[in-house]
């Protein structure tokens, strides 16, 4: 067992979890906790992070140090309604090297039409490169507007809705023989602001 495997094993057996309670929260397999226990996998990230907030303890400084790239924070996006935001300028924010790809960029959430998924606050990472299918979640822009949402295209193809996933909000219809300028980019992964 690794220092990772036995400060996770620790902070498991504290919190009164068995490993196949702790892999449902985390929407993983029991055996990958087990494998993360005993040092034969490292988890991701993101998992770290994940694992850190359920368990109530950090467990980054156990970790090996993550070998990063620097990606640019261009800004806000709504997460709610709509809103022209200012994406022109940035703060340089780290993405562990496993997940960088060239085009990536990061955004701050604002608002909870997204929430519990997204929250307001929370660190968005996307990539204007990766294939968008339907249920994926989208950074777009509409008509200079920028918003975070999920995507869904009809069979058709020719009718998309961005779909937030708090109902307190609507779903925004567009169709494709409209005269609008739409681009997107995927959402690949978050940094949750409480972390």
Request: charged residues 25%; contains cysteine; negative net charge.
């Amino acid at each position: 067992m690794n220092e990772f495997g036995e400060k996770l094993k620790a902070a498991r057996k504290k919190q009164k979890l068995s490993q196949q309670q702790l892999a449902d929260m985390m929407e993983v397999t029991r055996v990958a906790i087990t494998n993360y226990e005993l040092g034969r996998n490292n988890p991701s990230f993101e998992n770290v992070a994940k694992l850190s907030q359920i368990l109530k303890t950090d467990l980054t400084s156990s970790t090996k140090p993550l070998e990063t790239k620097v990606i640019p924070l261009i800004g806000k996006s709504s997460c709610g309604i709509p809103k022209d935001y200012d994406l022109n300028g940035y703060d340089p924010v780290p993405v562990p090297t496993e997940i960088y790809k060239d085009g990536m960029y990061a955004l701050e959430a604002d608002g909870d039409s997204m929430s519990p998924k997204i929250s307001h606050g929370d660190i968005v990472f996307c990539n204007i490169h990766r294939q968008i299918d339907n249920g994926n979640i989208v950074h777009y822009w509409l008509n200079g507007e920028s918003g975070i949402k999920r995507y869904k295209i009809n069979e058709a193809g020719t009718i998309i809705s961005l779909i937030p996933i708090n109902t307190d909000y609507d779903v925004i219809t567009i169709h494709c023989d409209e005269n609008v300028d739409l681009r997107m980019a995927r959402v690949v992964g978050r940094i949750d602001k409480d972390f």
